[in-house]
């Protein structure tokens, strides 16, 4: 189950701001942010009745749905600005790519991918791999780590969207390409 911070991780902009050796002696207050509350009170007024800009969400998925208001506002505004907005937008996308390729769902589907691909040279329709094997090839890779239970591997599996199977030998994954190809664009896995 994903805590509540991976939750809102994954439906908010995170950006770092770089280390500084100024210091800032004045508090954040209330008070002290009632000017830009006036100022957007202001906003919304002179434009109430007005709809936003219609454009498209300016990138894939939840990132999209998350900076399509503020380019709307952006276009509405500044639109002088959108273009730094923009370039924005495809850093954003290029950090979120290598957080996902470096995930615990891109290590799996790597295993998934080598395990099949190591038995077949060409496609599998729908066979069938085992969750206990899929496991092993991942301890196999965890040096000094601590070892992965094929339970906890089986569940990120079945959020991943892979079907399950129960045998009487234990749990499975059915293989289908067409479930694979978007997976391996999704986590950057070859």
């Known amino acids: 189950m994903q805590n509540l911070s991976d939750k809102l991780e994954s439906r908010a902009i995170q950006i770092n701001m770089p280390e500084t050796d100024r210091s800032f002696e004045n508090d954040v207050t209330e008070e002290g942010a009632l000017p830009l509350k006036e ?15 219609d454009i498209l969400k300016p990138a894939s998925r939840r990132l999209g749905d998350i900076l399509k208001p503020l380019q709307q ?14 370039s924005l937008v495809r850093q954003l996308e290029e950090e979120r790519q290598t957080a996902k390729a470096d995930s615990y769902e891109a290590e799996i589907l790597r295993a998934v991918v080598g395990l099949v691909s190591a038995v077949i040279s060409h496609p599998v329709k729908g066979d069938l791999l085992a969750v206990q094997k899929i496991t092993d090839k991942l301890n196999e890779q965890r040096f000094g780590k601590k070892q992965l239970d094929a339970r906890w591997v089986g569940r990120r599996l079945k959020a991943m969207g892979f079907k399950k199977e129960h045998l009487e030998d234990g749990a499975y994954i059915v293989w289908i390409e067409d479930t694979i190809a978007p997976l391996k664009k999704r986590y950057g896995v070859q």
Do not use: D, T, Y
Request: no cysteine; charged share 30%; hydrophobic share 50%.
């Open 39 to 53: 100022r957007l009170v202001a906003f919304r007024a002179r434009h109430l009745g007005e709809s936003l800009p």
């Open 73 to 86: 506002i952006i276009r509405l505004v500044k639109p002088e600005r959108e273009m730094v907005f923009l």
